[in-house]
């Protein structure tokens, strides 16, 4: 089945533990996203990349680290987590212009809440 | 500062009512897609239109891209309670996609 996995679905954490929320996709998609939903805001893009080794800031990157070293995986890295941090994260991926582009797929999302 | 702008935020009807959500950009969009959010769910991609004018139908639904593509709009005829969720539309700017802050249907049996 088609589709974008991110683990984990639900974390707690506290102030400064770094953690890492993983994504992988089984489409050989070319581009990958990060998104964070919250309130009133909708979704707004933290990071992207459009290729292996090639990843570009979104809209909301501060805090947030990105790599995509192969094409299937894309986590998402909080060096220091704080409380402003604490969201729904959303991983997406989508074909490429050159692979017939369409819409995103996104995975089930990661609720964080950091302490 | 947001780029999509989208109207009304949150929207009440009784079923078998219209339902319609719009969305705005002050730059001209490559291409703006909708999607669907199911309460609890993860964003469900719709459609994408990419050509000014463009109007597609997907059965009760009918999304409409701007002559300008700076605007678009999702009509719903006859809503049912299945078409309950948020309504978010994201438009292309350079190689970015910008999401609108969506509108939540609730659909009143």
């Known amino acids: 089945e088609a589709q974008v996995t991110q683990n984990p679905r639900y974390l707690i954490t506290v102030t400064g533990k770094k953690l890492t929320v993983t994504c992988s996709q089984n489409?050989?998609?070319?581009?990958m996203s990060w998104y964070r939903q919250d309130p009133g805001l909708g979704l707004r893009q933290i990071y992207y990349?459009?290729?292996?080794?090639?990843?570009d800031k979104g809209d909301v990157p501060e805090g947030y680290k990105v790599s995509r070293k192969e094409k299937r995986n894309f986590p998402l890295i909080l060096e220091s987590p704080s409380p402003n941090q604490t969201s729904l994260y959303f991983c997406?991926?989508?074909?490429?212009?050159?692979?017939?582009?369409?819409?995103?797929?996104f995975g089930s999302g990661t609720r964080l809440t950091v302490v | 500062g947001q780029q999509v702008m989208q109207i009304p935020q949150y929207q009440h009807v009784q079923e078998g009512e219209d339902f319609t959500t719009y969305c705005n950009s002050s730059?001209?969009?490559?291409?703006i897609q909708w999607y669907k959010q199911r309460p609890g769910g993860h964003p469900v991609f719709l459609i994408q239109?990419?050509?000014?004018?463009e109007v597609k139908k997907q059965k009760r639904l009918t999304f409409q891209f701007g002559e300008a593509k700076k605007n678009s709009s999702l009509h719903i005829t006859a809503t049912q309670t299945t078409d309950v969720g948020t309504y978010f539309c994201?438009?292309?700017?350079?190689?970015?996609?910008?999401f609108g802050t969506g509108t939540s249907l609730t659909v009143i049996p």
């Open positions: 997406a991926s989508r074909r490429s212009p050159g692979q017939g582009a369409r819409g995103y797929t």
């Open positions: 489409m050989n998609h070319e581009y």
């Open positions: 990349s459009m290729n292996v080794e090639v990843t």
């Open positions: 730059t001209t969009l490559s291409n």
């Open positions: 239109l990419v050509k000014s004018g």
């Open positions: 994201a438009g292309r700017i350079g190689n970015q996609f910008y």
